[in-house]
């Protein structure tokens, strides 16, 4: 029995020492706590985007920075640039990252947006086998090239979603004086940017990408790059809130917030380096400080 209580009598004064030791713990042995981001009253946004946004892995950094320091939740939903548009005009996304400038123009004039945002471009590019048996490796011309390929009647995979790489592909039939509809050498997936380059690489067949999917896609496809530079390939991108007067769905306040984001000093600056040490170069350069005269574009 005695050594039973001594034995309890040890244990509880084992356990004062530690519970003492805690409780006199010097200030550089305490745990910081995070601060907290106070809770928007509509705390989540719907943000249609291109896919080459979530394909090359940009927004899986940029959208959880932006919620942590916001507190607003994220859902993005990629899909071509024309839907994504169709989407913002219907009030079923509250905010746009697109690549379409032509349709942006329309889109704006039309009443649908508010505060259209220069915030980013890349490049277009045209892929194919490395064999390249339409002979286009090299040209400067993408336009040529785009010929080169009608006369060749090699597979040509298009996207077929009316996103901003397709909306620029049919423009380089047309310029070319080339009708594609019922051609079976050219095909269309109506698929994304990722997907679209993998039935391409699959098929043998060529196409036309974004760089940043490109590259962050390589890897496991049978493509190379066989025509790049020419200024028509420039790619821009543009972050449009949705007007909230076409529907009371729209969350006006966390569109704002996410549009400020990505025009951020900070955020440009993570954009400038995104890509830089897994493929050697970045896949999309800032451009918030710039007009898109500065790019070039007409």
Same mark, same amino acid.
């Given at each position: ?10 244990? #509880?004064?084992? &356990?004062? %020492?530690? *519970? ?17 981001v106070?809770?928007?009253? =509509?705390?989540?946004? !719907? ?48 905010? #746009? &990252? ?16 508010? =505060?259209?945002? %220069? ?6 590019? @045209? ?18 090239? *785009?010929k ?8 040509? *995979?298009?996207?077929g979603?009316?996103?901003?790489? =397709?909306? #620029? ?29 993998? !039935? ?7 196409? !036309?990408?974004?760089?940043a ?11 190379? @790059? ?7 390939? &420039?790619?821009?991108?543009?972050? !449009? ?9 729209? =969350? ?10 990505m ?6 600056? @993570? *954009?400038r ?26």
């Amino acid at each position: 029995m005695r050594k039973t209580f001594y034995s309890l009598f040890s244990l #509880l004064a084992l &356990l004062s %020492l530690v *519970i003492t030791g805690f409780g006199c713990a010097g200030p550089q042995e305490s745990v910081p706590s995070t601060p907290t981001v106070p809770k928007p009253a =509509n705390p989540e946004i !719907i943000m249609a985007s291109t896919t080459s946004t979530g394909d090359s892995g940009l927004m899986d950094v940029l959208i959880p920075l932006f919620q942590q320091k916001t507190g607003y939740i994220v859902k993005p939903i990629y899909v071509g640039s024309g839907a994504a548009m169709a989407m913002g005009e219907r009030g079923e996304a509250d905010v #746009l &990252l697109v690549h379409v400038p032509d349709s942006e123009v329309k889109f704006m004039q039309a009443g649908h947006g508010l =505060n259209r945002k %220069l915030v980013m471009h890349n490049d277009f590019v @045209i892929v194919g086998p490395a064999a390249d048996s339409a002979g286009i490796k090299g040209m400067t011309s993408a336009l040529d090239a *785009i010929k080169k390929i009608a006369a060749s009647k090699v597979i040509f *995979i298009s996207r077929g979603d009316n996103s901003g790489t =397709n909306q #620029l592909e049919l423009k380089f039939w047309k310029a070319a004086g080339v009708n594609v509809t019922g051609q079976s050498w050219y095909q269309s997936s109506g698929q994304g940017m990722g997907a679209t380059l993998n !039935i391409a690489s699959e098929k043998g067949a060529y196409t !036309i990408t974004d760089r940043a999917t490109y590259l962050a896609t390589q890897k496991t496809l049978s493509l190379s @790059i066989l025509v790049e530079g020419d200024p028509v390939l &420039l790619n821009i991108y543009h972050v !449009i809130q949705a007007n909230p007067q076409k529907s009371d769905k729209i =969350n006006a306040d966390g569109a704002r917030a996410f549009a400020d984001f990505m025009v951020d000093p900070a955020t440009q600056e @993570i *954009i400038r380096t995104f890509g830089v040490d897994k493929y050697g170069q970045p896949l999309f350069f800032p451009d918030a400080d710039k007009t898109e005269a500065d790019l070039g574009s007409k």
